[in-house]
């Protein structure tokens, strides 16, 4: 079972570079969400999806773009990398039926801005 | 806007022994959801625990359960009889049951260290 799938594990980048981050889930599950998380912080909700064709804002999205074309896949994008974008990113899923559905996280994507 | 806070940044326990993890809220909804996840070294966040805020009971998972004070706005964690594969990070976390897209809010987490 592969679950929450994220690509690539680990990326080191120079300020100004861009790169994506793919989630692919295999559950044919509804909702996606993009989170950062940082020291001392938790995990913060940068995008996220409802539904194929369909993203929103989360709590810090300002620096990142997204974008779910097809339901299995969920992309986070930087076009100019910042070092304030250093973090480690989960992406997660959920079903779209049920009040007590659960989240599946991915492993995470460690990322470093230089 | 829903808050959630985890006073605690790290947390020690001796192995066989318990531990209370706290965790505190801000809402000013009635419907709602708590959960407990673990982040092991590995990163994958695990499930742990879920409360539903209109039950009274409090939830309990083997050697995990919950204390749901719904008045406090608080939920704390309890782990029983810690092993050292508790050892990990803890995060408390709040979903609205009336927020359509069904985001959690987290905490900033609790390093919970198991000493042998």
């Known amino acids: 079972n592969a679950g929450v799938t994220q690509t690539p594990k680990f990326r080191v980048l120079k300020t100004g570079q861009s790169m994506t981050l793919l989630c692919a889930q295999d559950?044919?599950?509804?909702?996606m969400y993009w989170y950062r998380q940082d020291p001392g912080m938790g995990l913060r909700l940068i995008h996220y999806s409802v539904g194929e064709g369909t993203t929103a804002k989360g709590e810090v999205p300002d620096g990142y773009n997204v974008s779910r074309l097809k339901k299995q896949n969920f992309l986070l994008g930087l076009e100019s990398a910042a070092p304030s974008q250093t973090s480690v990113y989960f992406c997660?899923?959920?079903?779209?039926?049920?009040?007590?559905?659960?989240?599946?996280f991915g492993e995470g994507s460690r990322l470093t801005v230089l | 806007a829903q808050t959630v806070t985890q006073s605690q940044p790290e947390m020690s326990v001796q192995e066989a022994e318990t531990v209370t993890l706290s965790c505190t809220y801000d809402?000013?909804?009635?419907?709602?959801?708590l959960f407990w996840y673990k982040q092991p070294p590995s990163r994958q966040m695990i499930l742990v625990i879920r409360?539903?805020?209109?039950?009274?009971q409090n939830a309990t998972e083997n050697r995990f359960s919950v204390n749901f004070q719904k008045a406090a706005k608080s939920f704390s964690l309890k782990i029983s009889d810690s092993q050292l594969g508790d050892a990990a990070m803890y995060f408390c976390?709040?979903?609205?049951?009336?927020?359509?897209?069904?985001?959690?809010?987290f905490g900033s987490g609790t390093r919970l260290l198991v000493r042998p």
């Open positions: 809402t000013s909804e009635s419907d709602y959801y």
């Open positions: 409360q539903e805020a209109y039950k009274q």
């Open positions: 997660a899923s959920r079903a779209l039926a049920g009040r007590t559905g659960e989240l599946f």
């Open positions: 559950m044919n599950h509804e909702y």
């Open positions: 976390a709040y979903r609205s049951a009336k927020d359509s897209s069904y985001k959690l809010i």
